[in-house]
């Protein structure tokens, strides 16, 4: 299954709806299909209100908020990683496609005419891992650094700006302190049920789904705070980009066996395949869950595939660039930069 929240106009203005994916195609044709928004998508809420309103149920608007709320994070909240009321609501939809909602609402539109938003629209906190040894090896000695042997004993990860959150085919700002801006093609999983000192072989069952997740990264001010040992920070936190929806365990599989790729302006800049991680998503989660609780909608994100950024092959994005990163179990996340919005910053203190 794909979760997706969505953007509509209404004659109330615009809201933020919880919703289905079903692309066109058959499983060889995911990218294609995402990258045209070739498909539908089902109001779960409004779906399941005309399914109780068909069963003669009073209320059925009121009765589907409290039950089958527009919104991921309040769903999971509610049935953790139990999907079965989605499931119910989509096979409602596809067996009454000339349906209307309770309300006369629309229960189904075409991916290209809807705005994807983040899914998971309020991160509570956005770790980043790092997966990928070859990954590792290649930026560190280019900033002259070596991986630290605890890398290789524990998982490790910074935490990033979780307010700073882009979803599919949004503009990304290009930051006025940065001339090096660059694109990191990693996943990400996300957290359905709160989840505290979790043995390894349960870790999986706290996984909502996996997506796609793009660490713009502004390289020349990463490189000075590398210097400092504290990790990342303003050569991070201004975006991050995630979706373009969240893709269920069942239907996603096995991480390594992705095929990946980054295209730039429509041309391939990158191809990969993860192979396997340092660390999974299971160890992560449960390292991370030691004394410490990680509540729904957070975000763990792999670190970048090997070959999977611009400072890697010494290539680099320009002001108005739209970048693609692909996945053939997820699809296609979108995004276009900006020109940075007046001239450059060079921050000094004051006297």
């Keep these: 299954m794909k979760i997706a929240m969505f953007r509509v ?66 769903f999971t909240t509610i049935y953790e990683c139990d999907l079965g009321l989605l499931e119910e609501a989509v ?127 502004a390289r020349d001010t990463q490189r000075d705070e590398m210097n400092v040992s504290t990790g990342p920070y303003k050569g991070k936190d201004f975006a991050w980009g995630l979706g373009p929806w969240i893709v269920t365990p069942e239907e996603f599989g096995d991480p390594a066996t992705l095929q990946m790729a980054v295209r730039v302006n429509g041309e391939v800049w990158a191809e990969a395949t993860p192979g396997p991680m340092q660390w999974s998503f299971p160890e992560a989660i449960s390292y991370t869950s030691q004394d410490e609780l990680l509540t729904v909608g957070e975000v763990l994100g792999s670190g970048t595939v090997n070959g999977g950024c611009g400072f890697e092959i010494d290539r680099w994005i320009k002001p108005g660039a739209t970048i693609e990163l692909e996945a053939d179990r997820i699809g296609v996340l979108r995004h276009r930069v900006s020109s940075p919005a007046g001239k450059p910053i060079a921050w000094r203190r004051a006297g």
């Design 9 to 74: 106009d209404t004659v109330v203005g615009s809201q933020a709806r919880l919703g289905v994916v079903t692309l066109d195609g058959g499983v060889n044709n995911t990218i294609e299909d995402a990258r045209m928004g070739a498909g539908d998508i089902v109001d779960v809420n409004f779906a399941f209100a005309a399914k109780l309103a068909a069963a003669g149920h009073g209320n059925p608007s009121v009765r589907a908020n409290a039950l089958c709320p527009p919104d991921l994070q309040a």
């Design 91 to 217: 096979e409602w939809s596809n067996s009454n496609a000339e349906e209307s909602g309770a309300n006369g609402e629309r229960i189904r539109w075409r991916l290209s005419n809807v705005v994807l938003l983040s899914p998971i629209t309020r991160v509570p906190v956005l770790r980043d891992f790092a997966a990928f040894e070859d990954h590792l090896q290649s930026t560190f000695s280019k900033m002259g650094l070596k991986i630290p042997p605890v890398w290789y004993e524990k998982p490790t990860a910074f935490k990033g700006n979780s307010t700073t959150i882009f979803g599919h085919d949004a503009t990304v700002p290009w930051p006025r302190y940065t001339e090096k801006l660059d694109y990191e093609l990693e996943l990400a999983v996300v957290i359905g049920k709160p989840a505290k000192d979790v043995p390894m072989d349960r870790a999986s069952e706290y996984i909502l789904g996996y997506m796609l997740l793009n660490d713009f990264s």
